[in-house]
């Protein structure tokens, strides 16, 4: 049982370089989010996904873009990537929007050069 | 955006000590959770707090929603080196939100 799945783990790219980072969840759960976490600083929410077909903005979506391709996977796109990227970006996924807890997955940690 | 305070920020204690930490917020939650995350990896969830005054329990972790819906706390009894960690606490304003609001962490070493 994987649960959430995110790759890559390691990433580096230069300034103004796009990339996408890649989730999938084998939980058949209805919501999925994107964080990132910063030194100091607790999660911050990016974008989320309610249920399939569905997207909305969190609290630091300049700069991002994501995908719900399907019912597992919700993908997150960096279209010009710059140095205040830089951070760990997590994924997490639960049973349904209003669900207590998430799961998250272990993360794509980015360096933007 | 709006940041949950954690304390203390890091600690450092012997294996076999009580731990304690806590969560505060200026505004109202009607949910508190605890996450760890281990080096490397994403936060687990802990423990979940619905109500005011809910005390509850997992192994030798206890965790508590306050009173004020301002706070919570979260101890560990009797702290062995597999608790080192980054200890979480997420809050959420309202019924039907995906707003969870992450406190800023609580880094927990433990020496034996």
């Known amino acids: 049982n994987a649960g959430v799945t995110q790759t890559p783990k390691f990433q580096v790219l230069k300034t103004g370089q796009s990339m996408t980072l890649q989730c999938a969840q084998d939980?058949?759960?209805?919501?999925m989010y994107w964080y990132r976490q910063d030194p100091g600083m607790g999660l911050r929410l990016i974008y989320y996904?309610?249920?399939?077909?569905?997207?909305d903005k969190g609290e630091v979506p300049n700069g991002y873009n994501v995908s719900r391709l399907n019912k597992r996977e919700f993908s997150l796109r960096l279209e010009s990537a710059a140095p205040s990227q830089t951070s760990v970006y997590f994924c997490a996924s639960s049973e349904e929007f209003t669900s207590a807890g998430y799961t998250f997955g272990s993360g794509t940690r980015l360096t933007v050069v | 955006g709006q940041q949950l305070n954690q304390s203390p920020q890091s600690m450092f204690i012997q294996e076999g000590e009580d731990v304690s930490m806590n969560c505060t917020s200026s505004?109202?939650?009607?949910?508190w959770l605890w996450y760890k995350q281990d080096p490397g990896e994403g936060p687990v969830l802990l423990i979940a707090l619905y109500k005011a005054g809910e005390l509850t329990s997992n192994g030798r972790l206890t965790a508590q929603f306050g009173i004020t819906r301002k706070d919570s706390f979260l101890n560990i009894s009797a702290s062995i080196p597999s608790d080192v960690g980054i200890y979480f606490c997420?809050?959420?304003?309202?019924?039907?939100?995906?707003?969870?609001?992450f406190g800023t962490g609580t880094r927990l070493k433990v020496l034996a």
């Open positions: 996904s309610a249920s399939e077909g569905t997207t």
């Open positions: 997420a809050g959420k304003f309202t019924s039907g939100t995906y707003k969870y609001i």
């Open positions: 505004s109202i939650f009607n949910t």
């Open positions: 939980m058949n759960h209805n919501s």
